[in-house]
């Protein structure tokens, strides 16, 4: 995982001024079996070994399962799938007569040929690490093991058999990620360095199929499969894309009827939340504040290593007034590191997003902060405090809340001053892996939809995630509780992963702001489009015209 947003099918516009245009009813021709969307940058890649995310492309490509509503896996190439005792052995009976979308039979081979090119190191998988846990998937992406002998078998052409190391709770949401899905070794071998390069140079498994893409073009699309095993419930025949570089732009074009889904920003959310067409689709993605544990700087270092300091600073902020006025987007108050409408308590159903609030260390309290700021000061032998707010510079939101941080922080804290830099995201991550730093903006989203895909950064032995350094003997043992001991145990996983969570949350071991929702208009006459805060976010299978 990387401190990054998620890889979105439809990419938030960076914000500019709402544009003048028509008051006018959007409401938009009926007789259309042709979806037209709009991103803000080209579609990088149709390569699932090589893909960062599948927003888009979930549509062309499927697996096992389907991710459907609310993140739960639903039908996909698998007739049926099921698990043994112990948690370590899956098995997979594909649907009969399953064909690629150019007619070719689609087999289980398909699927190990899939999952070995991915854990190939010179395939240079990003997602690779997704694989762990998968009998030998650690040492054959590092170099160590030849791919023959990942734990996977086609034992015929519809059985697929995987063997783990250990129980994966949440094995079956990832076999819903197009990443575990097959690929045509026949195609990948018959094109060579130019497969999946352009969309005539692959083929496909899903409802849709690319065309028009040539790998740097700024229009694409994605046409019915006709060979797709359930190709009858799929109404649309086209979805359009076209990359629209600003949000005036892409409102306009949504006003001319040539965009059927259009993303807003703050200064049109105020003006158009009112409208029957306005639409708020969450995302599982979480800003937060980075503390450096291990600043380089002594009096920096005391600081942030003095709970009484980190409360005070978590204190001082007013949460609501950063999604409602400054952001103004739909976001709303973090609830914790893990964000909300990800997971769900096995026993009753609650999100635990809700589970973990820690409203003790989040909620606004002016007069708390200054008490445990005065007494974290004291303690660390000082009258005041310097520190440096961190940002990418890329993201208008990062640099509205760093100006609303330093401003209520100088307010709040007596003798305190905040120095803001905000730098282009590539000298920020450099700096940050560096240990360069006092405090940053990071945000990190969900892979898949389980509260591990957050927590799991936070383990102290895990540099490239948890660059703050914060590091508890106990939360550690909780998450390896998860992993392993209780991994097939999903009632006493949840109360892991829950008591893990507030020891971050009580420790402060980040600084949770804000979880990330976008708000829309959407075409009245639209419906049917599943949406999911993590993994493969779009699911236009069902979509359709009323």
Partial sequence: ???????????????????????????????????????????????????TGFGQTGNIYESFYRLGKNGSPTAGLAKSGSVSKDGKTWTFILRKNLKWSNGDPLTAKDFVYSWRRSLTPKTMSPYSYLFSGVKNANAISEGKMNPN????????????????????????????????????????????KKYATKSKYTVYSGPFKATNWNGTGDTWSFVKNNYYWDKKVVKLKRINYQVVKTYSTGLNLYYQKKLDLVNLDSSQVKNLKTRSDFKVYPYSLVNYL??????????????????NIRLALSLAIDRETIAKKILSDGSKPATGFVATDLAYDPRNGKDFGKEQYGKAVLNYNAKMARKYWTKGLKEIG??????????DNSNEQNNAVTQYLQSQWMKVLPNLKININNIPSSVQSDRTTKGNFDLYIA????????????????????????RGHWSNKKYDQLIQQAENGDANNPVKRWKDMLQAEKIYL?????????????????????????????????????????
């Fill in 443 to 466: 945000g990190w989203g969900a892979d898949f939809n389980d509260p591990i895909s957050f927590l799991q950064t936070k383990i102290s032995n895990s540099p490239s995630f948890n």
């Fill in 149 to 192: 002998k990942l734990g996977i078998k086609a034992v015929t052409n519809r059985k697929i058999v995987i063997t783990l190391n250990k129980p994966i709770s949440y094995f079956k949401v990832l076999m819903a990620y197009p990443l575990f899905g097959p690929q045509n070794e026949r195609i990948a071998k018959k094109y060579g």
């Fill in 506 to 546: 009580h420790d402060l071991g980040g600084i949770p702001l804000y979880q990330l929702s976008y708000s829309y208009l959407q075409n009245k006459n639209l419906h049917g489009i599943i949406h999911n805060t993590a993994g493969t976010q779009w699911n236009y299978k069902y979509a359709y015209f009323k």
């Fill in 1 to 51: 995982m990387k401190h990054r947003k998620i890889a979105l099918g439809l990419i938030p516009l960076i914000g500019l001024a709402l544009s003048a245009c028509s008051n006018s009813s959007s409401s938009q021709e009926v007789n259309k079996t042709t979806l037209n969307l709009s991103s803000q940058t080209a579609l990088d890649t149709i390569d699932i070994s090589k893909a």
């Fill in 290 to 307: 980075v503390v450096n544990f291990r600043d380089k700087n002594p009096l920096k270092r005391k600081a942030f290593n003095n709970r």
């Fill in 382 to 391: 000082t009258s005041s405090l310097t520190f440096n707010l961190m940002s």
